[in-house]
């Protein structure tokens, strides 16, 4: 199983990037994602997840209202719609998927997801 992040580049203060999620060896429509994000010195943070159907969506508190997660079933992609972007909002951006389709544990945590990416850097200039 392979996931694969990408979008990410350079952006002034409040651009807007769109991050995609692909994946290999696993059907990415019956699956939980969740995109995370880790700053220089920092943890790896949850940003949002979606569930398979797109019935139960999470947003970390800081990209609420600036930040859309989203599903093309027909394109087993992902995306996360970043607008408004801040400087705090630099990071390696990560999706990941947890170990069992149909499954989300509704937190978004790190430790309830199994599969990983390698990530997609997202800078933003002020």
């Known amino acids: 199983v392979q996931l694969q992040a990408s979008g990410g580049g350079l952006v002034q203060a409040g651009g807007s990037l769109r991050l995609s999620c692909a994946a290999s060896?696993?059907?990415?429509?019956?699956?939980?994602i969740g995109w995370f994000r880790q700053a220089p010195g920092k943890e790896r943070e949850g940003v949002s997840c979606?569930?398979?159907?797109?019935?139960?969506?999470y947003y970390a508190d800081s990209v609420k209202g600036r930040f859309t997660i989203s599903r093309d079933n027909a394109k087993r992609t992902v995306y996360l719609q970043m607008n408004s972007l801040k400087p705090e909002d630099t990071a390696v951006y990560y999706c990941?998927?947890?170990?069992?389709?149909?499954?989300?544990?509704?937190?978004?945590?790190?430790?309830?997801?199994?599969?990983w990416g390698k990530g997609t850097l997202v800078t933003v200039s002020s």
């Open positions: 979606i569930t398979w159907s797109g019935g139960s969506i």
């Open positions: 060896g696993l059907n990415l429509n019956a699956y939980a």
């Open positions: 990941a998927a947890p170990r069992s389709h149909h499954y989300y544990s509704g937190r978004c945590l790190e430790g309830d997801l199994d599969y």
